[in-house]
Protein backbone atom coordinates (compact mmCIF):
# COMPACT_ATOMS: atom_id res chain seq x y z
CA UNK A 1 0.00 0.00 0.00
CA UNK A 2 1.64 3.60 -1.17
CA UNK A 3 2.00 6.17 1.83
CA UNK A 4 0.73 9.30 1.46
CA UNK A 5 2.97 12.27 3.22
CA UNK A 6 3.35 15.55 3.55
CA UNK A 7 6.76 17.40 2.22
CA UNK A 8 7.19 17.85 6.19
CA UNK A 9 6.66 14.70 6.76
CA UNK A 10 9.20 13.62 4.16
CA UNK A 11 11.52 16.09 5.48
CA UNK A 12 11.57 15.30 8.87
CA UNK A 13 11.53 11.35 7.99
CA UNK A 14 14.94 11.58 5.59
CA UNK A 15 16.63 14.00 8.71
CA UNK A 16 16.21 11.27 10.86
CA UNK A 17 17.26 8.46 8.78
CA UNK A 18 21.18 11.00 8.17
CA UNK A 19 21.12 11.54 11.97
CA UNK A 20 20.57 8.08 12.55
CA UNK A 21 23.04 6.79 10.27
CA UNK A 22 25.89 4.69 11.76
CA UNK A 23 28.38 6.58 9.29
CA UNK A 24 26.77 10.02 8.34
CA UNK A 25 26.04 11.04 12.19
CA UNK A 26 30.00 10.89 12.99
CA UNK A 27 32.12 11.98 10.34
CA UNK A 28 35.00 13.57 9.32
CA UNK A 29 35.22 15.35 5.93
CA UNK A 30 38.52 16.47 3.79
CA UNK A 31 37.61 19.46 1.68
CA UNK A 32 38.34 23.18 0.68
CA UNK A 33 36.49 26.19 2.02
CA UNK A 34 34.47 28.10 -0.48
CA UNK A 35 31.74 30.72 -0.23
CA UNK A 36 32.78 31.20 3.57
CA UNK A 37 30.49 33.88 5.19
CA UNK A 38 30.40 34.86 9.03
CA UNK A 39 26.78 35.72 9.57
CA UNK A 40 25.71 37.97 12.55
CA UNK A 41 24.44 35.67 14.36
CA UNK A 42 27.79 34.00 14.80
CA UNK A 43 27.09 30.78 12.45
CA UNK A 44 29.51 30.03 9.85
CA UNK A 45 28.16 29.27 6.29
CA UNK A 46 30.48 27.89 3.58
CA UNK A 47 31.30 25.09 0.67
CA UNK A 48 33.44 21.77 1.10
CA UNK A 49 34.57 21.24 -2.13
CA UNK A 50 36.84 18.88 -3.46
CA UNK A 51 37.87 18.78 -7.30
CA UNK A 52 34.29 17.27 -8.29
CA UNK A 53 31.83 17.69 -6.22
CA UNK A 54 30.97 20.00 -3.01
CA UNK A 55 28.37 20.06 -0.06
CA UNK A 56 26.75 22.74 1.66
CA UNK A 57 28.04 23.28 5.76
CA UNK A 58 27.07 25.22 8.30
CA UNK A 59 29.19 25.56 11.95
CA UNK A 60 26.86 27.01 14.60
CA UNK A 61 28.33 29.46 16.83
CA UNK A 62 28.17 27.45 19.73
CA UNK A 63 30.89 24.92 18.17
CA UNK A 64 32.26 27.82 16.38
CA UNK A 65 33.84 29.95 19.66
CA UNK A 66 35.22 27.28 20.49
CA UNK A 67 37.00 26.07 17.76
CA UNK A 68 41.54 26.90 17.66
CA UNK A 69 41.77 26.46 14.09
CA UNK A 70 40.25 29.61 11.97
CA UNK A 71 38.55 28.95 8.82
CA UNK A 72 38.64 31.08 6.14
CA UNK A 73 38.03 30.98 2.06
CA UNK A 74 40.54 28.62 0.46
CA UNK A 75 41.95 26.87 3.11
CA UNK A 76 41.48 22.87 3.00
CA UNK A 77 40.48 21.00 6.49
CA UNK A 78 39.16 18.37 7.73
CA UNK A 79 36.41 18.98 9.55
CA UNK A 80 34.41 16.33 12.07
CA UNK A 81 30.62 16.66 12.61
CA UNK A 82 27.45 15.51 11.32
CA UNK A 83 25.23 14.99 7.92
CA UNK A 84 21.62 16.01 8.20
CA UNK A 85 18.67 17.53 6.47
CA UNK A 86 17.57 21.33 6.89
CA UNK A 87 13.52 20.51 6.59
CA UNK A 88 13.13 23.77 5.35
CA UNK A 89 14.25 24.21 2.28
CA UNK A 90 14.58 20.31 2.01
CA UNK A 91 18.66 20.74 1.34
CA UNK A 92 20.94 18.22 3.13
CA UNK A 93 24.16 19.60 4.79
CA UNK A 94 27.05 19.14 6.76
CA UNK A 95 26.99 20.76 10.29
CA UNK A 96 30.39 20.77 11.19
CA UNK A 97 31.25 20.49 15.06
CA UNK A 98 34.99 20.72 15.50
CA UNK A 99 37.99 21.64 12.77
CA UNK A 100 40.67 18.33 13.16
CA UNK A 101 43.56 19.88 10.72
CA UNK A 102 43.91 23.23 8.10
CA UNK A 103 45.35 23.47 5.39
CA UNK A 104 46.08 25.51 2.34
CA UNK A 105 43.62 24.51 -1.03
CA UNK A 106 45.34 24.27 -4.29
CA UNK A 107 43.23 27.55 -5.72
CA UNK A 108 44.82 29.84 -2.78
CA UNK A 109 47.95 28.67 -3.92
CA UNK A 110 47.39 29.21 -7.40
CA UNK A 111 46.45 32.87 -6.46
CA UNK A 112 49.24 33.55 -4.36
CA UNK A 113 51.98 32.38 -6.69
CA UNK A 114 50.62 34.71 -9.21
CA UNK A 115 50.61 37.18 -6.65
CA UNK A 116 54.15 36.65 -5.66
CA UNK A 117 55.33 37.06 -9.57
CA UNK A 118 52.85 40.41 -10.64
CA UNK A 119 54.78 41.63 -7.51
CA UNK A 120 58.21 40.62 -8.38
CA UNK A 121 57.21 41.90 -11.84
CA UNK A 122 56.22 45.46 -10.38
CA UNK A 123 52.65 45.15 -12.03
CA UNK A 124 51.08 46.21 -8.38
CA UNK A 125 53.32 49.34 -8.07
CA UNK A 126 52.02 52.64 -7.56
CA UNK A 127 54.20 54.68 -10.10
CA UNK A 128 52.19 52.92 -13.24
CA UNK A 129 48.86 53.92 -11.88
CA UNK A 130 46.74 56.41 -13.72
CA UNK A 131 44.85 59.09 -12.50
CA UNK A 132 41.33 59.08 -13.72
CA UNK A 133 40.37 61.83 -15.87
CA UNK A 134 38.99 64.96 -14.32
CA UNK A 135 35.52 65.29 -16.68
CA UNK A 136 34.42 61.60 -17.65
CA UNK A 137 31.91 61.96 -20.73
CA UNK A 138 32.06 58.20 -21.64
CA UNK A 139 32.32 54.85 -19.71
CA UNK A 140 33.53 51.34 -21.65
CA UNK A 141 31.95 48.42 -19.23
CA UNK A 142 33.69 44.82 -19.39
CA UNK A 143 31.01 42.67 -18.08
CA UNK A 144 28.29 39.80 -18.26
CA UNK A 145 25.23 41.12 -20.52
CA UNK A 146 23.88 38.89 -18.06
CA UNK A 147 23.49 39.61 -14.34
CA UNK A 148 22.74 42.53 -11.80
CA UNK A 149 25.96 44.06 -12.51
CA UNK A 150 25.15 46.17 -15.54
CA UNK A 151 21.92 47.18 -14.43
CA UNK A 152 23.13 48.50 -11.13
CA UNK A 153 26.21 50.35 -13.00
CA UNK A 154 23.56 51.64 -15.06
CA UNK A 155 21.38 52.99 -12.17
CA UNK A 156 24.07 54.36 -10.15
CA UNK A 157 25.46 56.28 -13.41
CA UNK A 158 22.10 57.53 -14.33
CA UNK A 159 21.31 58.49 -10.76
CA UNK A 160 24.36 60.59 -10.08
CA UNK A 161 25.22 62.34 -13.85
CA UNK A 162 22.59 61.16 -16.86
CA UNK A 163 24.96 62.95 -19.60
CA UNK A 164 27.65 60.03 -19.33
CA UNK A 165 27.65 57.65 -21.77
CA UNK A 166 28.05 54.13 -21.22
CA UNK A 167 29.82 51.49 -23.90
CA UNK A 168 29.27 47.59 -23.13
CA UNK A 169 31.62 45.12 -24.37
CA UNK A 170 29.50 41.74 -22.81
CA UNK A 171 31.87 38.93 -21.62
CA UNK A 172 31.58 35.51 -19.46
CA UNK A 173 32.72 36.26 -16.28
CA UNK A 174 33.40 32.69 -14.72
CA UNK A 175 34.51 29.57 -16.99
CA UNK A 176 37.66 28.83 -18.47
CA UNK A 177 37.04 31.34 -21.57
CA UNK A 178 36.13 33.92 -19.31
CA UNK A 179 39.75 35.04 -18.70
CA UNK A 180 40.42 35.82 -22.30
CA UNK A 181 36.85 37.35 -23.08
CA UNK A 182 37.76 40.19 -20.60
CA UNK A 183 41.33 40.51 -21.68
CA UNK A 184 40.38 40.64 -25.03
CA UNK A 185 37.69 43.38 -24.51
CA UNK A 186 39.73 45.55 -22.49
CA UNK A 187 42.34 45.68 -25.65
CA UNK A 188 39.74 46.14 -28.03
CA UNK A 189 38.25 49.53 -25.71
CA UNK A 190 42.24 50.45 -26.30
CA UNK A 191 41.75 50.24 -30.01
CA UNK A 192 38.20 51.83 -29.39
CA UNK A 193 39.96 54.53 -27.88
CA UNK A 194 36.52 56.68 -27.23
CA UNK A 195 36.21 56.19 -23.27
CA UNK A 196 37.86 57.78 -20.81
CA UNK A 197 37.88 55.03 -18.19
CA UNK A 198 37.01 51.33 -18.04
CA UNK A 199 34.87 49.40 -15.27
CA UNK A 200 35.89 45.94 -14.90
CA UNK A 201 34.23 43.56 -12.93
CA UNK A 202 31.41 41.14 -12.05
CA UNK A 203 28.89 40.13 -9.34
CA UNK A 204 29.99 38.70 -5.92
CA UNK A 205 30.68 34.67 -5.83
CA UNK A 206 33.06 31.83 -4.65
CA UNK A 207 37.08 31.98 -5.45
CA UNK A 208 36.32 30.14 -8.21
CA UNK A 209 33.72 32.06 -9.42
CA UNK A 210 35.47 34.91 -8.84
CA UNK A 211 38.88 33.62 -10.56
CA UNK A 212 38.85 34.60 -14.25
CA UNK A 213 39.68 37.91 -12.37
CA UNK A 214 42.62 36.43 -10.55
CA UNK A 215 44.13 34.95 -14.18
CA UNK A 216 47.19 36.36 -15.65
CA UNK A 217 45.42 37.38 -19.21
CA UNK A 218 43.15 39.76 -17.31
CA UNK A 219 45.99 41.23 -15.22
CA UNK A 220 48.09 42.23 -17.78
CA UNK A 221 45.85 43.79 -20.17
CA UNK A 222 44.39 45.70 -16.97
CA UNK A 223 48.59 46.55 -16.53
CA UNK A 224 48.70 47.21 -20.29
CA UNK A 225 45.82 49.19 -20.90
CA UNK A 226 46.36 52.93 -21.86
CA UNK A 227 42.96 53.64 -20.23
CA UNK A 228 42.71 54.08 -16.72
CA UNK A 229 40.86 50.74 -15.58
CA UNK A 230 38.52 50.36 -11.91
CA UNK A 231 38.37 47.14 -10.89
CA UNK A 232 35.01 45.97 -9.19
CA UNK A 233 34.69 42.63 -8.98
CA UNK A 234 32.37 40.84 -5.91
CA UNK A 235 31.70 42.34 -2.61
CA UNK A 236 33.23 44.85 -0.38
CA UNK A 237 35.45 41.65 0.88
CA UNK A 238 36.59 39.74 -2.21
CA UNK A 239 40.06 40.85 -2.89
CA UNK A 240 41.33 39.82 -6.87
CA UNK A 241 44.50 40.20 -8.44
CA UNK A 242 42.75 42.64 -10.82
CA UNK A 243 41.94 44.97 -7.90
CA UNK A 244 45.75 45.50 -7.45
CA UNK A 245 46.87 46.11 -10.85
CA UNK A 246 43.94 48.12 -11.62
CA UNK A 247 44.32 51.70 -11.54
CA UNK A 248 41.63 52.14 -8.83
CA UNK A 249 39.83 49.78 -6.71
CA UNK A 250 35.68 49.43 -6.43
CA UNK A 251 34.99 47.43 -3.61
CA UNK A 252 31.47 46.73 -5.82
CA UNK A 253 30.14 47.31 -9.27
CA UNK A 254 27.96 50.05 -7.68
CA UNK A 255 30.95 51.89 -5.94
CA UNK A 256 33.10 51.39 -9.23
CA UNK A 257 30.30 53.25 -11.03
CA UNK A 258 30.53 56.18 -8.32
CA UNK A 259 34.08 56.37 -8.69
CA UNK A 260 33.89 56.96 -12.79
CA UNK A 261 30.97 59.81 -12.16
CA UNK A 262 30.92 62.72 -10.62
CA UNK A 263 27.53 63.40 -8.58
CA UNK A 264 25.99 66.55 -10.80
CA UNK A 265 23.60 66.77 -8.36
CA UNK A 266 25.28 67.08 -5.35
CA UNK A 267 27.66 69.59 -7.08
CA UNK A 268 24.74 71.52 -8.05
CA UNK A 269 23.72 71.46 -4.72
CA UNK A 270 26.95 72.48 -3.24
CA UNK A 271 27.42 75.50 -5.68
CA UNK A 272 23.52 76.05 -5.17
CA UNK A 273 24.37 76.60 -1.13
CA UNK A 274 27.50 78.38 -1.90
CA UNK A 275 25.52 80.86 -3.63
CA UNK A 276 23.23 81.08 -1.15
CA UNK A 277 26.20 81.35 1.26
CA UNK A 278 27.39 83.93 -0.80
CA UNK A 279 24.34 85.72 -1.45
CA UNK A 280 23.80 85.93 2.49
CA UNK A 281 27.66 87.77 2.84
CA UNK A 282 26.75 90.24 0.42
CA UNK A 283 23.72 91.14 2.14
CA UNK A 284 25.53 91.35 5.23
CA UNK A 285 28.23 93.64 3.90
CA UNK A 286 25.72 95.69 2.68
CA UNK A 287 23.82 95.67 5.99
CA UNK A 288 26.95 96.56 7.68
CA UNK A 289 27.62 99.45 4.45
CA UNK A 290 24.68 100.55 5.54
CA UNK A 291 25.07 101.05 9.25
CA UNK A 292 28.39 102.36 8.56
CA UNK A 293 26.53 105.44 6.04
CA UNK A 294 23.94 105.93 8.78
CA UNK A 295 26.10 108.48 11.01
CA UNK A 296 28.07 109.58 7.81
CA UNK A 297 24.56 110.40 6.42
CA UNK A 298 23.17 112.08 9.58
CA UNK A 299 26.32 114.15 10.00
CA UNK A 300 25.67 115.49 6.31
CA UNK A 301 22.11 116.60 6.63
CA UNK A 302 24.08 118.63 9.68
CA UNK A 303 26.67 119.58 7.41
CA UNK A 304 23.81 120.68 4.79
CA UNK A 305 22.39 122.57 8.12
CA UNK A 306 25.76 124.31 8.83
CA UNK A 307 26.27 125.16 4.52
CA UNK A 308 23.39 126.62 5.37
CA UNK A 309 24.19 128.70 7.75
CA UNK A 310 27.29 129.44 6.65
CA UNK A 311 25.90 130.64 3.37
CA UNK A 312 23.47 133.18 5.59
CA UNK A 313 26.66 134.32 7.53
CA UNK A 314 28.33 134.96 3.75
CA UNK A 315 25.56 136.60 2.53
CA UNK A 316 25.67 138.86 5.50
CA UNK A 317 29.46 139.79 5.58
CA UNK A 318 29.43 140.12 1.94
CA UNK A 319 26.53 142.63 2.36
CA UNK A 320 28.18 144.70 5.06
CA UNK A 321 31.97 144.42 3.12
CA UNK A 322 30.21 145.97 0.01
CA UNK A 323 28.42 148.94 2.20
CA UNK A 324 31.85 149.41 3.80
CA UNK A 325 33.93 149.56 0.40
CA UNK A 326 31.62 151.90 -1.02
CA UNK A 327 31.70 153.90 1.79
CA UNK A 328 35.57 154.04 1.58
CA UNK A 329 35.79 154.34 -2.14
CA UNK A 330 34.00 157.10 -2.11
CA UNK A 331 35.61 159.04 0.90
CA UNK A 332 38.61 157.97 -1.74
CA UNK A 333 36.74 159.37 -4.55
CA UNK A 334 36.35 162.90 -2.58
CA UNK A 335 39.68 162.99 -1.43
CA UNK A 336 41.30 162.29 -5.04
CA UNK A 337 38.92 164.76 -6.44
CA UNK A 338 39.91 167.67 -3.41
CA UNK A 339 43.73 166.87 -4.38
CA UNK A 340 42.96 167.11 -8.30
CA UNK A 341 41.92 170.70 -7.77
CA UNK A 342 44.82 171.67 -6.02
CA UNK A 343 46.46 170.06 -8.38
CA UNK A 344 44.97 172.05 -10.80
CA UNK A 345 45.36 174.91 -9.11
CA UNK A 346 49.29 174.34 -9.03
CA UNK A 347 49.04 173.56 -13.25
CA UNK A 348 51.35 176.03 -15.53
CA UNK A 349 48.27 175.71 -17.30
CA UNK A 350 46.20 177.30 -14.24
CA UNK A 351 49.07 180.03 -14.66
CA UNK A 352 48.73 181.16 -17.88
CA UNK A 353 45.25 181.35 -17.87
CA UNK A 354 45.68 184.22 -15.03
CA UNK A 355 47.80 185.88 -17.36
CA UNK A 356 51.57 184.31 -17.08
CA UNK A 357 53.65 183.12 -19.47
CA UNK A 358 56.74 180.36 -20.00
CA UNK A 359 59.66 180.96 -22.17
CA UNK A 360 61.97 177.96 -23.01
CA UNK A 361 64.49 177.56 -25.71
CA UNK A 362 64.92 175.59 -28.09
CA UNK A 363 66.24 172.54 -26.21
CA UNK A 364 62.53 173.14 -24.30
CA UNK A 365 64.34 174.35 -21.02
CA UNK A 366 62.42 176.43 -19.12
CA UNK A 367 64.01 180.30 -19.58
CA UNK A 368 64.42 181.19 -15.86
CA UNK A 369 67.57 184.43 -15.84
CA UNK A 370 68.02 186.15 -18.45
CA UNK A 371 71.52 184.70 -19.42
CA UNK A 372 69.80 181.60 -19.89
CA UNK A 373 69.68 182.91 -23.40
CA UNK A 374 71.71 184.98 -25.17
CA UNK A 375 71.02 187.62 -28.50
CA UNK A 376 69.75 186.26 -31.50
CA UNK A 377 68.43 183.21 -29.70
CA UNK A 378 65.62 181.85 -30.84
CA UNK A 379 62.82 181.47 -28.13
CA UNK A 380 59.22 180.28 -27.94
CA UNK A 381 56.76 181.81 -24.99
CA UNK A 382 53.70 179.84 -24.36
CA UNK A 383 49.98 181.67 -23.84
CA UNK A 384 46.99 180.57 -22.39
CA UNK A 385 45.53 180.57 -26.35
CA UNK A 386 49.32 179.59 -28.33
CA UNK A 387 52.73 179.99 -28.36
CA UNK A 388 54.97 183.00 -29.60
CA UNK A 389 58.32 182.12 -31.25
CA UNK A 390 60.57 185.49 -30.48
CA UNK A 391 64.19 186.23 -30.96
CA UNK A 392 66.76 187.66 -28.98
CA UNK A 393 67.48 191.13 -29.77
CA UNK A 394 68.54 192.28 -26.23
CA UNK A 395 68.59 191.55 -22.43
CA UNK A 396 68.14 193.50 -19.59
CA UNK A 397 69.11 193.21 -15.83
CA UNK A 398 67.84 193.81 -12.72
CA UNK A 399 68.94 194.17 -9.54
CA UNK A 400 71.90 192.92 -10.62
CA UNK A 401 70.52 189.50 -11.78
Not at 14 to 40: H, P, Q, T, W
Not at 178 to 189: K, Y
Not at 335 to 344: C, F, Q, S, T, V
Request: glycine share 6%.
Amino acid sequence: MMVKLSVSEVNNYVKVLLEKDLYLSNICIKGEVSNFKRAMSGHLYFTLKDNKNAIQSVIFRSHAERMKMPIKEGVSILIKGKVSLYPVTGQYQFYGEKVVMTGVGNIYLEIEALKKKFQQEGLFEIEYKKQLPEAIETIGVVTSLKGAVLHDIKTVVASRNPSVKLVLIPVGVQGEKAPFEIAEAIESFNEYGKVDVLIVGRGGGSVEDLMAFNTEPVVRAIFNSKIPVISAVGHETDITLSDFVADVRGATPSQGAEIATENIWQKMTYYKNRLIKEKANVEKNIDNYYQQLDPIYEKLKNFKGDIENLNKSLDTYYGKLIREISVHLEIEKNALNHKGEKLHLMSPLALLNKGYSITYNDEKNIVKKVNDVSINDIIKTALSTGVLTCKVIGKEEENGC
